[in-house]
């Protein structure tokens, strides 16, 4: 079986494993990075809806050393976003070894390094790959999640995770309940009943929502100003731009939005215009599920039902670090998330990173890139620096 030594190994192609890659590339730090798809960020290319943009303006997504074109608009739409990537791969040099999926990865005892077994997907053929350094790049998003709800086994209409969901061109008048209030759950929402389907969504949790530019406007407050003096404008420019969401089955949370997102990495809602359409009743708003009946019909926690010709679970994603990687203990706990909270979650023990688990998005990523690059590189300069003297 073949064996391939390099530094660093970095699993997953994803803007955390990218980014990663172009930092240590600017240091001339040799390394690889690995990907099960055929394609980088894959989760944007493949299994993202056609409107989707980036919530937050570009001036906080770009990825370190290459700030986005002048000409890109702030809100970076879904297209001009894979673009840059591209950019990105190319300005950099990243070598990205694609369809290859890790099987394992774990210290070998005989000389401390991070032995890969791989499966090359291209060829067929089984790699190992030896490196001093493992950057876990595969992010928080590496799997569906879709909720276990009683009676969905036997649910007789259309369900798919939203990472299936493209637009509503298909769901023209029918009755279609997307489950989930966070961003892609009231994107999605807003789109089916654009697109003129009869459009619900179930909301189980009390929710900030803003306007794109409120957040942006608030990022900005946050380099000059306490997060409890920018969330108390936030909430009272929700309120202001909203008025009482109460009688319409949405409720904020007393916390304000962005220490909830520092606390625990809750990202408020950015409202691209449901909120409108659930005050016109375009939008229909439930509570959480209780079961699927027989057919179609969903019941739920309030004792209401309502038949859908559609599910769309807009529940998120999860990790899939524990399937793979065996010796997680340096970093990872049970949840296949790092053990230590920001900012300390980028490092573990024997030479292991993680970058993309911060629940901070892309700056979030362009935070750990930077931090790991110059560890190793510090590391690695350390080394040479007591063999010369």
């Not at 300005?91 to 791989?118: E, M, P, T």
Request: net charge positive.
């Amino acid at each position: 079986m073949q064996i391939i030594e390099v530094p660093v190994v970095i699993v997953g192609a994803g803007p955390a494993g990218i980014a990663t890659a172009g930092c240590l590339n600017k240091l001339r730090i040799s390394n690889i990075v690995l990907e099960r798809d055929d394609c980088p960020v894959s989760l944007w290319r493949k299994r993202a809806y056609d409107r989707l943009k980036l919530h937050l303006g570009k001036d906080f997504c770009s990825l370190p050393h290459y700030p986005f074109p002048s000409d890109f608009p702030n809100f970076v739409p879904r297209v001009d976003f894979l673009r840059y990537i591209d950019s990105y791969i190319a300005h950099f040099n990243i070598a990205i070894n694609y369809n290859c999926s890790v099987d394992s990865a774990l210290i070998d005892q005989s000389n401390g390094k991070w032995r890969l077994l791989v499966t090359n997907n291209s060829s067929g053929a089984d790699e190992i790959y030896e490196a001093e350094f493992l950057v876990v790049a595969s992010g928080e998003n590496s799997e569906e999640y879709i909720p276990n709800i009683k009676g969905l086994e036997s649910y007789q209409g259309e369900s798919m995770h939203c990472s299936k969901y493209l637009n509503g061109r298909e769901m023209y008048k029918k009755n279609v309940l997307v489950v989930g209030c966070g961003n892609s759950g009231m994107e999605i929402a807003y789109d089916l009943s654009t697109w003129g389907a009869y459009t619900s969504i179930v909301v189980r949790s009390q929710v900030h929502y803003f306007t794109k530019e409120m957040v942006y406007a608030g990022m900005l407050m946050l380099k000059h100003f306490m997060v409890d003096k920018v969330d108390k404008m936030m909430v009272l420019m929700s309120k202001l731009k909203y008025g009482n969401m109460f009688k319409y089955g949405l409720t904020r949370p007393k916390e304000g939005p962005f220490a909830l997102k520092i606390k625990g990495g809750t990202t408020p809602t950015i409202d691209v215009g449901c909120i409108e359409k659930i005050k016109k009743g375009k939008v229909k708003v439930y509570p959480g599920i209780s079961s699927i009946k027989e057919g179609k019909v969903v019941k739920f926690v309030d004792g209401q039902h309502a038949h859908f010709d559609a599910i769309i679970f807009a529940t998120g994603y999860k990790t899939n670090v524990l399937k793979w990687l065996k010796d997680y203990k340096n970093l990872f706990n049970e949840n296949g998330m790092p053990k230590p909270s920001y900012p300390n979650h980028w490092k573990g023990e024997h030479g292991i990173y993680s970058a993309g688990f911060s629940k901070r998005g892309l700056e979030g990523i362009s935070f750990d890139a930077k931090k790991i690059a110059n560890d190793i590189n510090f590391t690695l300069t350390s080394r040479v620096n007591q063999i010369t003297s």
